[in-house]
Each structure stands twice: as C-alpha cells, then as structure tokens.
C-alpha cells in the first residue's frame, strides 16, 4: 500500500463516465481515488453511495472523485448509475492500477480497500485504510479536507 508522501502512480483506465482517466487528466487539482473490492457487495455499495451523499461537499472543497474497483466497465457503468455516483468510476478487471498502488489482495481477485487524498502535485496527502466500516472513508476525507481549508 502507498503511503502519505508518495508519489502517486500513472494510471490510465475506462471510466464509467465515459473516455477513459488517467493521472495526467487531473494534474493540477486534488482528487480523492477509493478502492473498493468488487461493485454491487453490499458494503461497497454503501460506501460508493455514501461517497455520492458527499460528493457535493468534497467538491466544493475542491476535490474530484475516482472510484476503483477490479470490475469491467459495463458492471462499472452500471453500479454508478445504481449508486447515483456521478463521479467516474473506473474498470481495472486486470488489476493494472490496484498493483500499481499494491491493493491487490493475494490470494483473491480483489482490491482492498483504501481510499487516497492527492494533492495537486500528484502526491499522497492523506491514506485512510478500513475494511469494516464503510462509510468512515469518506467521513474521514471531508472532515481531513474541511480542516485544511480552515487553515
């Protein structure tokens, strides 16, 4: 797993929103990139519709969002739509990205779940990492980006 101060990884993958989003296409802003383990399991529905709930405020505190799951882009395309997520979610079905940032679980064809706050320079401000608790992700990145906004 990546951690606070790296280097965030290249990665290019279709997204549910259509084309296809790389790191490159958001350089200079900060974004929010979760992992989740597969689409439409009951705890990862939670948890992308609770990043959907918030995804006005993240927002608005001027982070985009990028879901990440080991799915193809049809069943992709179809959990965001499911789970009002109007964030893109990308299609990893070999695993390229979840590698890249060492999310692969060993022996199942999944990624963990983990969730990373980038800045705009590419770099990793803040990791929150909890299997169990599936809305603390998104809980923790609005309230770690409502404290850096108040200074």
Do not use: W
């Not at 999944?110 to 401000?125: M, N, P, S």
């Amino acid at each position: 797993m990546l951690k606070v101060g790296d280097d965030v990884p290249d990665f290019s993958a279709p997204a549910s929103t259509g084309g296809t989003l790389s790191k490159a296409d958001l350089s200079g802003k900060p974004f929010i990139l979760f992992f989740y383990p597969k689409s439409f399991t009951s705890g990862c529905t939670i948890e992308t519709r609770h990043f959907a709930l918030l995804a006005p405020q993240l927002r608005d505190l001027g982070a985009e969002i990028i879901g990440v799951s080991i799915d193809p882009l049809e069943t992709q395309c179809k959990f965001a739509k499911e789970t009002g997520a109007d964030f893109p979610i990308l299609a990893d079905p070999k695993a390229v990205i979840t590698k890249k940032f060492d999310l692969k679980r060993m022996l199942l064809p999944l990624a963990k779940r983990v969730t990373y706050l980038v800045d705009e320079k590419g770099i990793i401000e803040a990791v929150f990492a909890s299997e169990r608790n599936f809305k603390e992700h998104a809980d923790s990145v609005l309230d770690h980006l409502s404290r850096r906004s108040r200074g």
